[in-house]
């Protein structure tokens, strides 16, 4: 099993991003994917959720900005980022988690958002 995460890079304020976050080796259309960041000297949060049904739910600090969707005939999750602050400087991560037994997930590596002032 592996996810592939894509789409990090440096952007302006105000900018957008899209990372993607493509499964392999796995039955993805049974894996509830979230999106996870972490800042320097931070702790992971959780960012956004999608259920294997597409239903999505977001931290406040992104809620009007960020969306998350998925395509379960491409195994890919996205993460769609507008309105990009420097406080979402941050390595992101994506997580696909079993939607029958939650012990059973996997983390993508991570991919480097900066956002700059």
């Known amino acids: 099993v592996q996810l592939q995460v894509s789409g990090g890079g440096l952007v302006q304020s105000g900018g957008s991003l899209r990372l993607s976050c493509v499964a392999s080796?796995?039955?993805?259309?049974?894996?509830?994917v979230d999106w996870y960041r972490q800042a320097p000297e931070k702790q992971r949060v959780l960012v956004a959720g999608?259920?294997?049904?597409?239903?999505?739910n977001y931290a406040d600090f992104v809620k009007g900005r960020f969306t998350i969707s998925r395509d379960n005939a491409k195994n890919t999750a996205y993460l769609q980022m507008n309105s990009l602050e420097p406080e979402d400087t941050a390595v992101y991560y994506c997580?696909?988690?079993?939607?029958?037994?939650?012990?059973?997930?996997?983390w993508g590596q991570g991919t480097q958002v900066t956002v700059s002032s």
């Open positions: 080796d796995m039955t993805f259309g049974n894996y509830d």
């Open positions: 999608v259920s294997t049904r597409g239903i999505a």
């Open positions: 997580k696909a988690r079993n939607k029958w037994n939650y012990r059973i997930n996997y």
